[in-house]
């Protein structure tokens, strides 16, 4: 049980260039996410899905989009990358809409992916 | 670590005592609250949970406290470890909302 996880670990690109993240989970979890984490910020929402097939705008979803074709997977593009996306991006599941459905029912993160856009 | 910082507030504590860890919530309305761990390049852990119509609530070693007449929520680690060194921020949610999060406090745990 690899709980989520998240591809590339690492990316540096050039302002224009496009690229996809991969998040992958083995808990069967309806819901996902995809934050991004800046310096002295907290995590900010970018897009989410509520099931297969569905994604919806967060707090800062302008110049990414997410598809959700498969239950255990959700990816986050950048079309053309900016340097003001230059961020940690994580991706998180849980098992009820934003967790909290019992206790212990969370979101749980993957290990993020660190991209630079130059 | 990459992914924390410049500005976090920073708790400084001997291997061995107890670490307490504030935060201050933002809507009053919120009726669930988070205590997420996350160490130098990896993602946030989650540790404990509590929800509004209960004032503590107690882990392994660790314990949150919920204090809605003012806002504020704690984490309180018992026998702090090095191994407690890292990030950590509270989250807040209202009813079927997101989950709002806190900018974070880095514990340093001395040996």
């Known amino acids: 049980n690899a709980g989520v996880t998240q591809t590339p670990k690492f990316r540096v690109l050039k302002t224009g260039q496009s690229m996809t993240l991969l998040c992958a989970q083995d808990?069967?979890?309806?819901?996902m996410y995809w934050y991004r984490q800046d310096p002295g910020m907290g995590l900010r929402l970018i897009h989410y899905s509520v099931g297969e097939g569905t994604t919806a705008k967060g707090e800062v979803p302008d110049g990414y989009n997410v598809s959700r074709l498969k239950k255990q997977n959700f990816l986050l593009g950048l079309e053309s990358a900016a340097p003001s996306q230059t961020s940690v991006y994580f991706c998180?599941?849980?098992?009820?809409?934003w967790g909290g459905g019992a206790y212990g029912d969370t979101q749980y993160f993957g290990p993020g992916t660190r991209l630079t856009v130059l | 670590g990459e992914n924390v910082g410049l500005h976090l507030p920073t708790l400084s504590v001997q291997e061995g005592d107890n670490s307490i860890i504030n935060c201050a919530y933002s809507?009053?309305?919120?009726?669930?609250f988070i205590w997420y761990k996350q160490e130098s390049g990896k993602g946030p852990q989650f540790i404990i949970d509590?929800?509004?119509?209960?004032d503590k609530r107690q882990g392994q070693r660790v314990t949150v406290l919920l204090n809605k007449t003012v806002k504020h929520l704690s984490l309180q680690i018992a026998a702090t470890q090095p191994g407690d060194s890292a990030v950590y921020f509270c989250?807040?949610?209202?009813?079927?909302?997101?989950?709002?999060f806190g900018g974070g406090t880095r514990l340093m745990v001395k040996p």
């Open positions: 808990m069967n979890h309806e819901y």
């Open positions: 989250a807040e949610k209202y009813a079927g909302n997101m989950l709002t």
């Open positions: 509590i929800r509004s119509n209960m």
């Open positions: 998180a599941s849980s098992y009820s809409p």
């Open positions: 809507n009053s309305a919120s009726d669930y």
